[in-house]
């Protein structure tokens, strides 16, 4: 399979999912928006976007490694990635159309909510944009048919990128380094003149968040070196140590033109370099329970935004009102526990069963 089962990593992943859940959860709460002081705390989760994308360079570059050794190559890589990203979001993008069309029909009166399908954006050429994964190059198309889908759209140029590129030239640690710094470069540019016509989309354009990926890559180059155990193992708890203490000096930190996603990147990278030590900073259940969000994270992140939207129109058609605390709770508990439960016993086994699939498929072929 394409990604390595360590609880390290499932930790990492698991964090990252859960930071989005309750990102989600919070925005989605009517009433937010009159405790700025919550709201500037619930927008802090969305930096787990950023580990994903750390976590993801580094597992694509391990399984890139891992095809090649087996002589699947490129091929290989491919394959199970189509198996991994392309079923679950094409049945999550008629989802959100069905809900739409249901929605329409049932209570049309009911007002879209945000990043929610349209009957603007339900058009056959951005059906088929987001068919081929290209809306991530059409801002006005983002967030239209598949909310989130935008996290998903980089995360495949990154695959193509990285399988057809990158991979034959940043084999080394230092060679990753000056690929980096060159896409930090790139990503100013992006961002500096995306932003004079599209500001908001900036952040959400691929070579604004390559270099996390990069970020990624680098630490699995770093570790992939057989003295780096030798090395650097004594280190670990005081890179985690010193890893949190950044991120929580830099609360209220900006820097531009990048943002402060990019400084987290870099605090995600060193807590995935002391990896090893994560599952220390919690009891064993806790460390259990957020590895097992992180097993069924694709899943669980597609799940959570229909649950919680599907509410809002069952709450909006029927004029139930609820206050802020009790509001902010339920759209919690749909989207962490409620998610999960759903995720465990009917999506992620349809996730699963494509991995295998392929799995079985590139067997018979080698």
């Known amino acids: 399979m394409l990604y390595c089962r360590n609880q390290e990593i499932d930790i990492l992943r698991g964090i990252a999912i859960i930071a989005i859940l309750i990102l989600h959860a919070g925005v989605l709460t009517k009433g937010l928006d009159d405790y700025p002081w919550l709201m500037h705390f619930v927008l802090r989760f969305s930096t787990g976007v950023q580990l994903f994308f750390v976590l993801s360079g580094y597992l694509v570059a391990q399984s890139m490694d891992r095809c090649v050794a087996k002589g699947e190559g490129v091929r290989g890589f491919l394959i199970r990635r189509f198996a991994k990203l392309t079923p679950l979001y094409l049945l999550f993008m008629h989802v959100h159309i069905g809900l739409f069309l249901v929605t329409s029909w049932l209570a049309p ?27 991530g190059f059409v801002p006005a198309q983002l967030h239209t048919l598949l909310d989130g889908s ?39 540019v992006c961002i500096v003149l995306i932003g004079r016509h599209h500001s908001g989309y900036s952040h959400y354009a691929f070579f604004a968040q390559f270099p996390c990926f990069l970020l990624g890559v680098s630490v699995q180059r770093i570790k992939n070196n057989p003295g780096f155990k030798r090395q650097f193992s004594q280190w670990d708890t005081s890179l985690v140590a010193v890893a949190l203490l950044l991120a929580l000096g830099f609360v209220k930190g900006e820097t531009k033109p990048l943002g402060d996603s990019h400084i987290y ?56 009102e609820i206050i802020f605390w009790f509001a902010l709770a339920l759209n919690i508990f749909i989207a962490v526990p409620l998610t999960w439960v759903i995720s465990y016993f009917f999506i992620d086994p349809i996730d699963r069963f494509f991995v295998t699939r392929a799995d079985k498929f590139l067997a018979r072929r080698n």
Do not use: C
């Open 109 to 135: 009166d009911v007002p879209p909510l945000r990043n929610s399908v349209t009957t603007e954006a339900l058009t056959i050429s951005n059906y088929l944009l987001h068919l081929v994964f290209l809306q």
């Open 265 to 320: 990147a870099i605090l995600f990278a060193i807590l995935l370099f002391s990896s090893g030590s994560i599952p220390l900073y919690f009891p064993k259940v806790i460390s259990k329970i957020i590895a097992n969000f992180g097993k069924q994270s694709y899943a669980i992140f597609f799940i959570h935004m229909v649950l919680l939207k599907a509410w809002y129109v069952l709450a909006s058609a029927y004029e139930i």
């Open 150 to 188: 935008w996290s998903i759209v980089i995360e495949v140029y990154f695959y193509l990128f990285f399988a057809f590129i990158p991979y034959k030239f940043i084999k080394t640690s230092l060679s990753v380094f000056k690929t980096y710094i060159i896409s930090i470069g790139l990503a100013i």
